[in-house]
């Protein structure tokens, strides 16, 4: 990488927690471990953002799949139901059935 001369001189406030993550960041000083985690963002940033896009384009999937499933099974519980309806009512055919023989 190209040695930039640093021509630029700005002061910048920020809080305990943005100070605290950048100290640990690498580097020899302040300004260097600023400027090192500046650099390897704007180096990472589209690698990142295209595994973001991967990972919601697995969710959608995986969404979509499961979406599916539950379908599925309120199907099956549906067709339970209607058979448990269906015993009912000739249970409660075969016991009035019952009361009318002697």
Do not use: W
């Not at 305990?16 to 300004?31: L, R």
């Amino acid at each position: 990488m190209v040695k930039e001369k640093k021509t630029i001189s700005r002061s910048i406030r920020m809080t305990q927690t943005v100070y605290d993550i950048v100290n640990k960041y690498e580097g020899n000083g302040f300004n260097e471990k600023f400027e090192n985690m500046v650099l390897y963002c704007f180096r990472e940033e589209n690698r990142i953002k295209a595994a973001i896009k991967e990972q919601q384009e697995i969710y959608k999937l995986r969404q979509a799949q499961c979406d599916r499933e539950i379908t599925n099974i309120n199907k099956r519980i549906d067709d339970k139901r209607r058979v448990l309806h269906r015993v009912s009512e000739l249970a409660d055919g075969i016991e009035n059935l019952l009361k009318t023989i002697p």
